[in-house]
């Protein structure tokens, strides 16, 4: 496949994630406050919506070992989670969430399975295809492409919203999520090479001390970004009475920060190495959450919503490039899905707690407890990239 039409490919995957995530992290808590639901369910729905990417394991153990009915190992998984993904964004126009609360909080668990399906199999693409001095490359791309996501639906999203209903959102949501069909229908997998077999023997990568450091800070850093991202939309509606329009758009410019930043990142992880790379983007996610807090003016949220995007995905593809370089290429789906489950972990964490101390403390309180949580990463990162590690970690 052309480099180029591969990194479509890869963009375009991570929109349709991006877009679901986007609605997930931002817009959710706004639908299911006008059905009446508090902060603490909202974050209760945002948490079993993760559970499915705590389990990527499996998913990625399947990916590995089974090459599905001979079609492929990432192709046809790839596919059934899209098509997951499209049906449980049409099935959540006939629930009511408020009347059929565990019913909405399934749907979103089955439809965050078939994206998490989807995106450890192309995760394990990635891998398969991606030569070293791609890598950061290849995860700023990715991340890029979800943030892009992000900004095409929150725009649309808001504005069909206000205009027709959120039925009509959702309804794009799904369009959304079936453009990389065509091109993953194209994908033609070559067969594995000897050492890209699955091996049992290379799970000993996790008794690595370093490795399961990095797992950590994986789920610190999700936690922390996407814990203040859910609140933010419900912080400026709160307090400068924003329609869902304007609700969209905020969450576009976070995802512009986002783009900005994943490239950035993508740069940085080649030039400065993986070390001094973490060591800015926790500095500058410290900083940015804590900002947000700051927010008076209207103009003044554009300007530290963007900064926090920036933040956001600095953080996230350094963390995505260091993750991909660690993994053991004869259980690449499955080790990466693994970092993947534990910084999703974080995640789901991120959003129960976010909503529970906004609930109870107020949005600018809960903006400095994040920020300053970033400080517990500083005793993770020698043990990450101390002597112990791979000369390749501290490239």
């Known amino acids: 496949m052309n480099k180029n039409v591969r990194f479509a490919l890869f963009a375009t995957l991570y929109m349709a994630q991006g877009a679901v995530m986007g609605y997930f992290t931002s817009l959710n808590s706004l639908y299911l406050q006008s059905y009446g639901l508090g902060l603490d369910k909202i974050g209760l729905i945002g948490s079993i919506a993760m559970i499915p990417f705590v389990l990527k394991i499996f998913f990625g153990l399947l990916s590995d070992k089974v090459n599905f009915l001979h079609f492929g190992y990432r192709k046809p998984y790839i596919l059934i989670g899209l098509s997951i993904q499209i049906l449980g964004l049409v099935a959540v126009n006939f629930i009511n969430p408020a ?156 995802g512009i920060g986002i783009v900005v930043g994943s490239l950035l990142g993508g740069k940085l992880v080649d030039r400065i190495g993986q070390k001094r790379s973490v060591q800015l983007s926790l500095l500058v996610t410290l900083v940015a959450v804590a900002a947000l807090s700051l927010i008076n003016t209207p103009a003044v949220a554009w300007i530290l919503v963007f900064i926090f995007g920036v933040a956001f995905g600095l953080y996230e593809t350094v963390y995505f490039a260091i993750a991909m370089r660690e993994t053991n290429i004869s259980i690449a789906a499955t080790m990466f899905s693994i970092l993947m489950a534990v910084a999703n972990l974080g995640t789901g964490i991120g959003l129960a707690l976010s909503g529970a101390l906004a609930e109870g403390l107020g949005y600018k309180p809960t903006f400095l407890i994040l920020a300053v949580l970033n400080l517990l990463a500083v005793p993770l990162l020698p043990a990450i990239f101390g002597k112990k590690v791979s000369k390749k970690a501290n490239e």
């Open 99 to 254: 009347q059929n609360f565990y019913l909405f909080a399934f749907n979103a668990f089955f439809l965050m399975a078939g994206m998490a399906l989807y995106d450890t199999c192309t995760d394990g693409l990635a891998l398969d295809t991606t030569a070293p001095e791609d890598e950061g490359k290849i995860q700023g791309i990715m991340v890029a492409g979800r943030a892009l996501g992000m900004i095409l639906i929150s725009g649309i999203l808001g504005m069909l919203v206000d205009k027709i209903s959120w039925s009509a959102g959702f309804i794009s949501l799904a369009v959304l999520t079936a453009i990389p069909i065509p091109m993953v229908l194209k994908t033609k997998e070559t067969e594995k090479s000897v050492e890209k077999q699955f091996n049992w023997g290379a799970f000993k990568e996790f008794k690595k001390f370093s490795i399961i450091a990095l797992g950590l800070l994986g789920a610190l850093y999700s936690l922390i970004i996407n814990g203040a991202t859910e609140i933010v939309n419900p912080f400026l509606k709160q307090k400068f009475t924003i329609s869902y329009t304007t609700a969209g758009i905020v969450t576009s410019v976070l």
